[in-house]
């Protein structure tokens, strides 16, 4: 029940549809506020990196795939087997990161990019 617009309008009826979609406008209530407070907590905490995949980081000097990368870190939250399988499957793993900080730079999230592949590399190095 969430309604949403495309920004991305090439005719006016995709204006006319946009408009449509918020004629009858309500603010949520307090307590649809606090549900999807709520909710964002939860998802929250089953992330452990907050990188969306933009892929800004891209290409790393040293042949990581940093987004996928991330999204195995992220899968430790919910199935361990499933994250170490997306992990094992890359063609290069957190180890390969030298701190170089290229993808730092660039980062739109201002993630610690060399930090938390070294905090990867000793995770997913234990068995």
């Known amino acids: 029940n969430v309604k949403v617009v495309l ?6 009826d995709q204006l006319d549809d946009n408009l449509a979609t918020f004629g009858d406008f309500r ?6 506020n606090a549900a999807i407070r709520q909710t964002a907590d939860v998802l929250r905490s089953h992330i452990k990196i907050g990188c969306t995949g933009c892929r800004y980081c891209m290409p790393c000097p040293f042949g990581l ?3 996928a990368s991330f999204a195995a870190w992220n ?13 094992e499957a890359l063609e290069f ?4 990161c030298r701190g170089c900080g290229h993808c730092e730079r660039v980062c739109p999230q201002h993630i610690p990019v ?9 995770y997913f190095s234990k068995k």
């Open 65 to 67: 795939d940093i987004p």
């Open 75 to 87: 899968m430790t939250a919910l199935d361990e087997d499933d994250a170490r399988k997306a992990y």
């Open 7 to 12: 920004s991305g309008m090439s005719a006016e």
């Open 93 to 96: 793993q957190a180890d390969a």
């Open 114 to 122: 060399s930090n938390v592949m070294k905090q990867m590399a000793e």
């Open 27 to 32: 603010p949520m209530t307090d307590a649809e």
